[in-house]
């Protein structure tokens, strides 16, 4: 389904520092496009699922960031909130080319929580 999927160019991976996020403007609404440690790249929509909060701000560990507002650990992967919370945020298949450019595709999804 991805290859019929318009996919766009949303800057370098080397401008987002490592455990940063940067946030893009998209018609679905604000998107987060993290950087890990490790230099995996993943993207969500930049809304925490509790309450809103601006994930892009929060603190990057591992595979996860922790929302600035009150401390609640969610997955970049899926977008899910770290047991016992509950609650998802959609995630968004997100590529980093041989150039360096990151390519977004506006396909959010929400893993099965
Ligand atoms: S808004 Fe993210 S933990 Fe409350």
Known sequence: ????VNWIDVGLV?????????TIATPLGEVA???T???EVFALMNRCPHANGPLSEGIVHDRHVTCPLHGRVISLA?????DPDTG?????PVQV???????LALV???ANA
């Open 88 to 92: 998802c945020t959609p995630t968004l």
């Open 78 to 82: 899926t977008g899910r909130m770290r």
């Open 33 to 35: 496009v993290f950087r």
């Open 14 to 22: 080397e401008d987002i520092p490592a455990r940063g996020a940067r």
């Open 37 to 39: 440690g490790a230099g």
């Open 1 to 4: 389904m991805l290859d019929r």
């Open 97 to 103: 080319g041989e150039d360096g450019v990151i390519r």
């Open 108 to 110: 959010p999804s929400f």
